[in-house]
């Protein structure tokens, strides 16, 4: 039979859904406290068994973590803080606000409150916010029995025991990184040194940004890297899992910024109503004030408009066709940056792909703008007037201009961003659509000028 998730019933009594939930899948015990209200899904957490509650706060996909262990008594909640792996312990805190916050770490243990105070002091999306204390580490003096032993004894308490981090005996500096696989395969009282590899640990410190940190366990194919200090001196680890969590939202914040909106911090349906309005609102008055400018380009050619009422009927075309452009080279840019397959310096190399591009695509929208017109004009769909030949051209010359502009504009616009230090994603479609269409009127009608004087114009 197929398992399928648990869909509780609103308003079941916490106690019978703690008792159901208590022998299921981690993932469908988070799934049917998400779908309960926050009071219930708190009551249900504080009457799970404490290592099933643990594992459920350990997941990053429970909604509103931080409002469910604030609910528990405290004592009872510093305990599962305690049980917790630390970075998810401190991501929890993170969350949680002033007085409570002080008010839980006051009960916790000093090693459980030592271990977050480390990890909290690290700014946000590094590496050091996203470690993890819990590592398996051993004396380079240690045989591969006793590194065995050893794993036997912690390996509950720890967040991976696939890599064993041998430490120098005196200055507890990391020498090597072993895996368990090479591990098991050695003689129990040959030292651990020896089953090694030569090359030298891959490492990173604690300030590297989470996609930085990224880039290194794909390159090295790593299930987890340690971070050091100056000295040499493993501060923990930060495993593969965790960054596939934190690269999840990296990109959710890409794409909500790159739609022109603020990054949201919370699932949608949790979002408070006014923080819906502050994180839309900013962006939508910035983007209204610059289409405002697209008010001021018409004004200015409101003679030839007033003369030629014929080019009004191809401003949504020639508008629409420079933001697509734009966006597409925007959301290419974006990417590249991201991943690092180019960097500020190549911007030029990337103009002069852009310029031919965006004149080829210009063409050919132009080309397809001269059919349509032509056929419509021809099969007697709608009368252009005498002229129509040259509006056509007009339309199909002043395309090529707009796509060129619009693509080379929503090219360099990333490393613009980047340059002056802001995120490249926040180089959002919508921002660039709008600063499009103003110099795409400016262009179609100064075309319009050159193709139309002493006819139309």
Known sequence: MEDTPLAPEAGLDPAALAAELADEHIADIVEALNDQ????????????PHERAVEVLDQPELDASAELIGRLPIEQAAALLAGMSSDRAADLFRQLEEP??????????????????QLLAF???????????????????????????????????????YAIYVLDPITRTLQQAVSLRRLITGEPDAPILSVARTLSPITTTPLTDREDLAR??????????????????????VTVDD???????????????????EAFTKPYMDISFPEMIRKRGGW???????????????????????????????????????????SQSTSLLIRALALR????????????????????????????????????????????????????????TALIGIV?????????????????????????????????????????????????SGTLL
């Open 243 to 261: 960054i596939i969590d934190a690269i999840v939202e990296e990109s959710t914040e890409d794409v909500q910024k790159f739609g022109g909106v």
């Open 216 to 237: 290194l366990i794909s390159k090295y194919n790593l299930l987890a890297v340690p971070v050091v200090d100056e000295a040499g001196h493993v501060l923990g680890i």
């Open 284 to 326: 939508l008055c910035a983007l209204f004030l610059g289409e405002m400018l697209t008010a001021s380009a018409m004004q200015y050619f409101e003679d030839e408009i007033s003369r030629a009422v014929v080019l009004a009927l191809f401003i949504p075309l020639i508008m629409s066709s420079g933001g697509n452009s734009g």
């Open 404 to 452: 060129t502009f619009g693509s080379l504009a929503g090219a360099m616009l990333p490393f613009i961003l980047q340059r002056l230090g802001f995120d490249p994603a926040s180089a959002s479609a919508p921002f660039v659509a709008t600063l499009v269409d103003v110099t795409g009127l400016v262009i179609y009608f100064t075309v319009a000028v050159m193709f139309l």
């Open 37 to 48: 209200e926050p009071g219930t899904a708190s009551d249900v957490l504080s009457l799970l």
């Open 100 to 117: 409570a916050r002080s008010h839980l770490l006051a009960h916790l243990d000093p090693e459980t409150k030592a271990s977050l105070k």
């Open 123 to 161: 700014p946000l999306n590094t590496a050091g916010s996203l470690m993890t204390t819990e590592f398996v580490s051993v004396p380079a003096s240690w045989t591969v029995e006793q590194t065995l032993q050893h794993i036997r004894a912690v390996e509950r308490t720890r967040e991976t025991i």
């Open 341 to 396: 397959d180019i960097h500020l310096h190549d911007w030029w190399r990337v103009a002069l792909r852009e310029i031919p591009s965006g004149i080829t695509l210009g063409f050919i929208l132009g080309v397809i703008a001269i059919i349509r017109i032509s056929l419509w004009q021809k099969l007697g769909f709608f009368d252009y007037g005498e002229h129509w030949v040259l509006v056509a051209l007009t339309v199909g």
